[in-house]
């Protein structure tokens, strides 16, 4: 029923910037992204709540930002400061809820509909 495309990766050397965008079949979803690394776990990287909370992996706080488009159904991720540890393949989700009407922002379990990736790559 939903459908995700994640779009804007690239190749960028340390300290640049990218901006990775998510366009959703449908609206009023709770969305995230996340990444994975080879050889690693998927991680979330950061979410958004439709109150407008947002929140960040330690990792990556200061450095990406995340915002959504609701008229576009058009998840945002900015990132600046590339390192070359935020090498991955970047995959957006979302969820048409929450488990028990609470927010897990980052929670892998918490979404059940996820895109294809789009590849970040940062070298240094």
């Known amino acids: 029923q939903v459908q995700l495309v994640e779009s804007g990766g690239g190749s960028v050397q340390a300290g640049g910037s990218l901006r990775l965008s998510c366009a959703a079949s449908?609206?009023?979803?709770?969305m995230a992204w996340f990444r994975q690394a080879p050889g690693k776990e998927r991680e979330g990287v950061a979410a958004?709540?439709?109150?407008?909370?947002?929140s960040y992996a330690n990792s990556v706080k200061g450095r990406f930002t995340i915002s959504q488009d609701n008229a576009k159904n058009t998840l945002y991720l900015q990132m600046n400061s590339l390192k070359p540890e935020d090498t991955a393949m970047y995959y957006c989700a979302a969820s048409v809820s929450m488990p028990s009407m609470v927010w897990v922002p980052l929670a892998r379990y918490a979404y059940n509909y996820w895109g294809q990736g789009t590849q970040v790559t940062v070298s240094s």
């Open positions: 958004i709540h439709s109150d407008g909370r947002t």
């Open positions: 449908v609206s009023r979803l709770y």
